[in-house]
């Protein structure tokens, strides 16, 4: 039977980083992390072997005895949504969706749901994806949920106030008037 919440396809997290070996020799690539451990845990863990996969090369495992360096290699992050909210630099909600600047209420609707569904992270759940490409898959649901809610606000229509009342209802010192 299927089941939503276990995943199947995903057991290492891969970690960039530039490899030292002692023998002088410097490889990049990715150095796979169980989940649920990290990188600290793995190199003074009791294990003799790290399963290492260089860029463009194949997945191996190299002896912890033979490394002399390990640095962790930083990859870019998604840009900040928020500071570019903040900004409203370049936070266009018509053309993030899609749509023209005359659409509908519908038409908003329907190219917000369709964007959703094609950045929403439980499409991707399963899949062994980079950390770079998970980030920006993130940033842009974030960015698409935005967009909707600056143009929900925009197009919802105002309640009208009820015809005809110019009194409050109620006084704090008074009673009900009529």
């Known amino acids: 039977m ?5 995943i199947d396809n ?10 030292a070996t002692s023998d002088g020799e410097v490889s990049k690539g990715r150095i796979l992390v169980p989940l649920g451990r990290n990188m600290f845990e ?10 290492f ?3 463009g090369g ?30 409203r630099d370049g936070f266009d909600p018509y053309d993030i969706l899609g749509v023209p600047a005359r659409a509908s209420p519908e038409e908003v609707k329907a190219a917000w749901h369709r964007l959703s569904k094609m950045y929403h992270p439980d499409r991707y759940a399963t899949a062994e994806l980079p950390e770079e490409v998970r980030d920006y898959l993130a940033a842009m649901v974030r960015r698409v949920n935005a967009a909707y809610a600056a143009l ?3 197009i919802k229509p105002t309640r009208p106030t009820p015809a005809g ?3 409050p209802i109620y006084e704090s010192g008074g009673g009900l008037h009529r």
């Open 53 to 55: 996969e260089p860029y």
């Open 165 to 167: 009342r110019t009194t």
């Open 2 to 6: 299927f089941e939503r919440n276990r």
């Open 152 to 154: 929900e606000n925009a």
């Open 58 to 87: 194949e997945r191996s495992f190299v002896a912890k005895s033979a490394i002399r360096n390990v640095k962790l290699i930083n990859v870019p992050r998604a840009p900040s949504l928020d500071a570019r909210l903040r900004e």
């Open 10 to 19: 995903v057991e290492h997290a891969a970690v960039p980083v530039e490899l």
């Open 42 to 51: 793995l190199l003074n863990g009791p294990a003799a072997f790290l399963e």
